[in-house]
């Protein structure tokens, strides 16, 4: 197989191991002379793997008690709308802080009103804003805490006084998080713990049971907590991939190990974009994410971008264009990404500018 450099924002790179475990799993699944993806949701057999999954979501992310893990479809952008359903009575706020955050306003104004406590849009949500307050008769407070398009990342568990929901799309297990501090938080998994199509919720159980709505069935929490994200059929191939990757993150030391990682990971590009002439750094320097990272060819070089997209791509990278919205580049730089991709991405940078200055 040819070697790449993936520095994909989603899907995402993810463990070898945990993709050659899943290959074993869609030929024979434990044993059972069937495919993962040919057996009875309702068997033994994977009852114990959905069992297996919410138990290393509340071990690696020391997920409290009375808090409910839950794997469901439609991606983090369903929950745009099954949040404020379930938990907007008359008023919610949000932080506007990209795309996402957007996305999940325009959702949640069809279920009552919405306070944008701050925004970062007049300048193309390169940072975090830092001071806002958040109004105590809102339902609940919105935040993003991983920009995946801006590369911009709250990264603390901020304290709020009305109940905090976050997505977490793009840093869910990049770092500990103090989970008693949200009521909800939600995400696709396959920023960084699994392929698309199975989307992972931790909801206080508590919070639940408030809004005076009717709740279509499939969008009320409680039908999946009462079913154990079984309802219906749920997505068995991805939470498999999912198992395997967190599994992974278990073996590699945790949550903590992860961080550690990443930090490096991160601390090496950014150190070479700020110390490199010919790029600099999009995010604010007090907002960057440690997940995605984006950067531009500085003043006098921006007729080079596409040279060295070329020039980074004949060294095996994958997946570093920036988003249309902003431009240049972004290496996401997700768990499974391993530290000699970025070494690999800072030496085509170094050469790059060796060549062309
Ligand atoms: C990718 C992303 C989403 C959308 O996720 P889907 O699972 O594709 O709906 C939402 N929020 C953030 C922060 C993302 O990065």
Redesign the pocket.
């Known amino acids: 197989m040819k070697k790449v450099h993936n520095f994909n924002a ?1 899907p995402c790179v993810l463990p070898k191991e945990a993709i050659n475990a899943s290959i074993e799993a869609l030929k024979d699944f434990v044993g059972t002379g069937m495919s993962v993806i040919e057996v009875s949701h309702r068997s033994k057999e994977w009852q114990a793997v959905m069992d297996e999954t919410v138990a290393l979501w509340k071990e690696l992310l020391n997920i409290p008690e009375g808090y409910q893990v839950l794997f469901l479809g439609g ?4 929950q745009f709308y099954m949040v404020p359903m379930n938990f907007m009575e008359k008023k919610a706020a949000y932080l506007e802080t990209g795309v ?1 955050a957007k996305k999940a306003i325009k959702e949640a104004k069809a279920f009552g009103e919405v306070v944008i406590v701050a925004s970062s849009a007049d300048t193309t949500f390169n940072y975090i804003p830092k001071k806002y307050t958040i109004p105590t008769d809102a339902d609940y407070f919105h935040i ?1 805490t ?3 398009i801006y590369g911009t990342e709250i990264r603390e568990d901020i304290d709020s006084p009305i109940p905090l929901i976050a ?1 977490m ?2 840093d869910i297990m990049s770092r500990p998080i103090d989970v008693s501090k949200y009521t909800l938080i939600y ?2 998994a ?2 960084n713990v699994g392929p ?1 199509g199975v ?1 992972f919720v931790i909801v206080k159980e508590s919070a639940l049971g408030k809004v005076s709505r009717y709740l279509p069935t499939m969008v009320n929490y409680k039908t999946h907590i009462d079913d154990g994200s079984m309802f219906n059929t749920p997505p068995v191939f991805s939470i498999l991939v999912m198992n395997e990757t967190l599994k992974w993150v278990k073996r590699n030391g945790g949550v903590k190990v992860m961080q550690q990682r990443n930090e490096e990971k991160a601390m090496m590009l950014y150190n070479e974009i700020d110390r490199n002439s010919m790029f600099v750094g999009t995010a604010e320097k007090d907002s960057r994410s440690i997940m995605n990272v984006g950067f531009v060819m500085a003043e006098p070089y921006k007729d080079k971008e596409e040279a060295f997209m070329a020039f980074a791509k004949e060294r095996g990278m994958v997946g570093i264009k920036g988003h249309r919205s902003v431009g240049g580049f972004r290496a996401s730089l997700y768990n499974a990404c391993p530290k000699e991709s970025v070494e690999a991405l800072v030496a085509a940078m170094q050469e790059f500018e060796k060549l062309n200055k």
Do not use: E, M, R
């Open positions: 989603g991606g983090a952008s369903t996402w993003t991983n920009n995946t997505d799309s793009s995400g696709g396959q920023k698309a989307t």
